[in-house]
């Protein structure tokens, strides 16, 4: 029996995923929706049988007083629901990006804090598979207990040409930053989760395709508390050789002192110990929802924490700390010198 009542506001490409999730996870029941254009609210409510459709988000909070809301909308709507849900006293998973600057996402974390409602940000990379698989296996230590290096590479091919982004998500194409603030920071973040606090960053960022508004190619450099080193390449540009690049959206190289992790485009992992051939690592991952159903992996980590009153991994104090670095890389890119993150 489902012991929590939510809400969702947003009905856009990526909030299908999410819809869908849910319906999976058996303590949740949705009961209502929001969005302003109708045809797209019908496609939501027949597709996963919401009960409900509101013109009015504030309406549907008062009205159908959930537990929680998921928020699905574009960024500059964030801080203004997540305060109409705060004062309500309604639980928020929020989308990503979390606003459009850094001020308005302290913004959300402050007043969501002194409302004293529980706050998640719907960052979904650190719970794809692969990603907890690798992290299980650094804490076991299995290739050692110092991280020497991360380096991922992604060719998304899906920006070039005169039509990029339009058939999914043409909004991109305005964004005066993209692919860092899109998509940068998950990778961000996921660097966090596997290898700790970052502390200085150094920034490459370009824009290839003369259509769109903001960077599509980045090359970062972080350097760690711990003292390893991240690499990030990335272009949205070019294309990768798999035939669906946005299942990990691309290739990961972790070395530690006692040998190498790596994971490939089709989501296997390896491990290779230092002086011993690369060998499969077997572990269980499906091309489920989106990327290896992190969707439902997220949502079901809100889920769990709303039980036992625990921590959001995703909460907005860590959050901002995800978002501090992403300033850095901006700000390393326009000044071309390493910056410093002090939280």
């Given at each position: 029996?489902?012991?929590?009542?939510?809400?969702?506001?947003?009905?856009?490409?990526?909030?299908?995923?999410?819809?869908?999730?849910?319906?999976?996870?058996?303590?949740?029941?949705?009961?209502?929706?929001?969005?302003?254009?109708?045809?797209?609210?019908?496609?939501?409510?027949?597709?996963?049988?919401?009960?409900?459709?509101?013109?009015?988000?504030?309406?549907?909070?008062?009205?159908?007083?959930?537990?929680?809301?998921?928020?699905?909308?574009?960024?500059?709507?964030?801080?203004?629901?997540?305060?109409?849900?705060?004062?309500?006293?309604?639980?928020?998973?929020?989308?990503?990006?979390?606003?459009?600057?850094?001020?308005?996402?302290?913004?959300?974390?402050?007043?969501?804090?002194?409302?004293?409602?529980?706050?998640?940000?719907?960052?979904?990379?650190?719970?794809?598979?692969?990603?907890?698989?690798?992290?299980?296996?650094?804490?076991?230590?299995?290739?050692?207990?110092?991280?020497?290096?991360?380096?991922?590479?992604?060719?998304?091919?899906?920006?070039?040409?005169?039509?990029?982004?339009?058939?999914?998500?043409?909004?991109?194409?305005?964004?005066?930053?993209?692919?860092?603030?899109?998509?940068?920071?998950?990778?961000?973040?996921?660097?966090?989760?596997?290898?700790?606090?970052?502390?200085?960053?150094?920034?490459?960022?370009?824009?290839?395709?003369?259509?769109?508004?903001?960077?599509?190619?980045?090359?970062?450099?972080?350097?760690?508390?711990?003292?390893?080193?991240?690499?990030?390449?990335?272009?949205?540009?070019?294309?990768?050789?798999?035939?669906?690049?946005?299942?990990?959206?691309?290739?990961?190289?972790?070395?530690?002192?006692?040998?190498?992790?790596?994971?490939?485009?089709?989501?296997?992992?390896?491990?290779?110990?230092?002086?011993e051939k690369e060998r499969t690592h077997d572990y269980h991952h499906e091309d489920r929802n989106f990327s290896g159903d992190c969707c439902y992996t997220t949502q079901r980590h809100f889920i769990d924490r709303l039980l036992d009153g625990q921590p959001f991994e995703t909460n907005g104090h860590e959050y901002l700390k995800t978002l501090a670095v992403q300033e850095a890389v901006y700000e390393s890119a326009a000044k071309?010198?390493?910056?410093?993150?002090?939280?």
């Open positions: 029996m489902a012991q929590f009542k939510g809400v969702c506001v947003g009905a856009g490409y990526f909030s299908h995923f999410q819809y869908e999730a849910w319906r999976r996870i058996p303590e949740v029941t949705i009961t209502a929706m929001c969005n302003r254009d109708a045809a797209r609210a019908k496609a939501i409510l027949d597709k996963f049988d919401v009960p409900r459709h509101y013109m009015d988000y504030r309406e549907m909070l008062e009205k159908e007083k959930p537990d929680f809301v998921d928020i699905i909308t574009p960024p500059p709507t964030h801080l203004e629901m997540c305060k109409v849900a705060a004062d309500l006293g309604v639980a928020v998973i929020c989308q990503k990006p979390l606003a459009p600057t850094f001020e308005e996402a302290r913004q959300i974390v402050e007043y969501t804090d002194k409302a004293g409602v529980r706050f998640m940000v719907h960052e979904n990379w650190r719970f794809q598979p692969w990603y907890r698989e690798m992290k299980r296996l650094l804490d076991a230590h299995v290739v050692g207990d110092k991280i020497h290096s991360i380096y991922f590479r992604s060719r998304m091919g899906d920006g070039w040409g005169d039509e990029a982004y339009l058939n999914r998500q043409p909004y991109f194409r305005d964004y005066p930053r993209l692919l860092v603030y899109e998509n940068g920071v998950h990778f961000i973040d996921t660097y966090r989760y596997l290898a700790g606090e970052i502390r200085q960053v150094y920034a490459v960022l370009k824009k290839l395709n003369p259509v769109i508004v903001g960077e599509d190619y980045a090359a970062v450099v972080f350097g760690f508390e711990s003292g390893a080193v991240g690499l990030w390449d990335a272009n949205r540009y070019n294309e990768c050789n798999y035939p669906k690049p946005r299942y990990t959206f691309g290739e990961l190289l972790l070395d530690a002192n006692a040998g190498s992790i790596r994971l490939y485009l089709d989501g296997r992992l390896t491990i290779q110990p230092l002086g071309n010198v390493p910056i410093t993150i002090t939280h």
